[in-house]
């Protein structure tokens, strides 16, 4: 059956595509687009007063399937992507077990398959076995299967060796090392930033240097291998400059920064010790923030990614030091880059676009998805100006962990498409 999206905006870089028109869409892909496109018979859908863009992608989020079911499974998962305006996820393999052979990727992307889930859902195995940094994982068996990316997200591999020589693998099958850059003998038993919040509350802290470390000795490994480096959830102005300064002399280093490091800070940590501001890495300086910002506007950070961390309310109702590091993400990453971002003029739609649809999908290798006549019609649709309270009409998320919970965001994603069908419309997940 045909389907024509009416009155939008479309926006879309790829294209050089900024215009009013219309979307007509049959079997799974935009057939006709443009301002008086229309359709004998199907459905219509006046969507007046909203954007069009290619469908988001969030290339770094955790989704518990299998072990933690407790915590989010694929099915909330997928349901949190399509309200927070996604229509792909990347899953983080330190699943229970860890996703690190060819038969639990397969897992994941059949059980994904069969559950019919509207977002699409993309699977990086692990690193090493186990998330242990010692054995390198069965990354062949796990590339068949339909890995796209490997990391041992959760955790830095912290042996330099075991680390280049996973990185050589990476580069024989063409796809990116994810790196999360902790040194642990440096990050010790920190839970925030070292430096004023750990002093001012009594925390063990976090040296910026434990994640910049890593992130010079991963670069150098890249260089020596030849590999592809992603460097995950970046949260310091040196860590942009060592990014900054790897991709000058031509190395194929991309990074990503959430929209928690991007827009909280540790001044944001009082008294009150709200374990939802307890994230791995930790919430760094403002300074920090202002350089991240100014680094995704430049497009030295390639991309915005969430690191969806959903834990359960009675894990995070322990004390700081012990609830466990991590905050949701998906259903306010894209209103946060809204409201804090584009509307203040700091990032066009068109580097939202290319920063949160087309970069996750160029790093992972896969099919570009855009507003062009043959497209998949995987789009997201979204209203500027609808003004919301995060966590007001609840999640879809099992976890109510939301380092956001309460603000107060302009913009929002109203309607999904994933080939063709709705995973959301007009806000309601279907
Ligand atoms: O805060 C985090 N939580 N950072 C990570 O790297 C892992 C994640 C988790 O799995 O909970």
């Avoid at 592809?228 to 031509?250: D, K, M, P, S």
């Avoid at 739609?349 to 290798?365: D, K, N, S």
């Avoid at 609840?394 to 709705?422: C, M, N, P, Q």
Wanted: aromatic share 4%; proline share 4%; charged share 20%.
């Amino acid at each position: 059956m045909a389907l024509l999206l009416e009155n939008l905006r479309c926006i879309d870089p790829a294209l050089g595509l900024d215009e009013h028109c219309n979307l007509a869409i049959k079997d799974g892909r935009i057939v006709a687009r443009g301002p008086d496109v229309d359709i004998e018979k199907g459905v219509r859908r006046d969507l007046s007063g909203r954007i069009a863009l290619p469908g988001l992608m969030d290339m770094h989020v955790h989704l518990r399937e299998p072990g933690e079911e407790y915590k989010e499974d694929l099915a909330s998962g997928a349901r949190a992507a399509a309200r927070g305006g996604f229509t792909a996820v990347l899953a983080m393999p330190n699943t229970v077990p860890v996703c690190d052979t060819g038969s639990r990727v397969a897992f994941v992307l059949d059980k994904a398959a069969q559950a019919g889930l509207r977002t699409r859902i993309f699977v990086a195995g692990a690193l090493t076995q186990g998330l242990k940094g010692t054995s390198l994982a069965e990354m062949g068996d796990m590339h068949r299967a339909g890995a796209v990316a490997f990391t041992d997200d959760g955790r830095g591999v912290q042996d330099s060796g075991v680390a280049r020589r996973a990185m050589e693998y990476c580069r024989q099958f063409g796809t990116p090392v994810l790196s999360h850059c902790q040194a642990e003998d440096l990050a010790g038993a920190g839970v925030v930033n070292e430096g004023v919040a750990s002093t001012r509350l009594g925390l063990a802290g976090w040296a910026a240097a434990a994640e910049e470390f890593m992130i010079a000795r991963d670069i150098a490994l890249a260089e020596l291998t030849g590999s592809a480096l992603h460097i995950q959830h970046l949260t310091t102005a040196r860590g942009v400059e060592l990014v900054r300064a790897a991709r000058e002399r031509g190395l194929p280093i991309s990074s990503e920064v959430t929209p928690h490091h991007l827009f909280l800070n540790e001044d944001c940590l009082d008294e009150d010790y709200n374990t939802a501001l307890k994230v791995n890495p930790p919430l760094r300086t403002q300074a920090d923030n202002r350089a991240l910002q100014g680094a995704l506007a430049e497009g030295v950070i390639d991309c915005v990614a969430s690191d969806h961390a959903p834990h359960a309310a009675h894990e995070k109702a322990l004390e700081f030091e012990l609830a466990p590091f991590g905050t949701t993400g998906l259903e306010t990453s894209l209103a946060l880059v809204l409201t804090h971002l584009v509307r203040p003029g700091l990032l066009s739609y068109a580097q939202l676009v290319e920063r949160m649809a087309h970069a996750p999908r160029r790093i992972l290798g896969l099919e570009p998805v855009s507003l062009s006549v043959g497209s998949v019609a995987d789009i997201t649709v979204l209203d500027p100006e609808l003004r919301w309270t995060a966590g007001a009409d609840g999640w879809e998320s099992k976890s109510e962990g939301s380092a956001f919970a309460g603000s107060t965001l302009i913009g929002r994603a109203t309607d999904v498409y994933v080939g063709g069908y709705a995973s959301l419309q007009d806000g309601a997940v279907q």
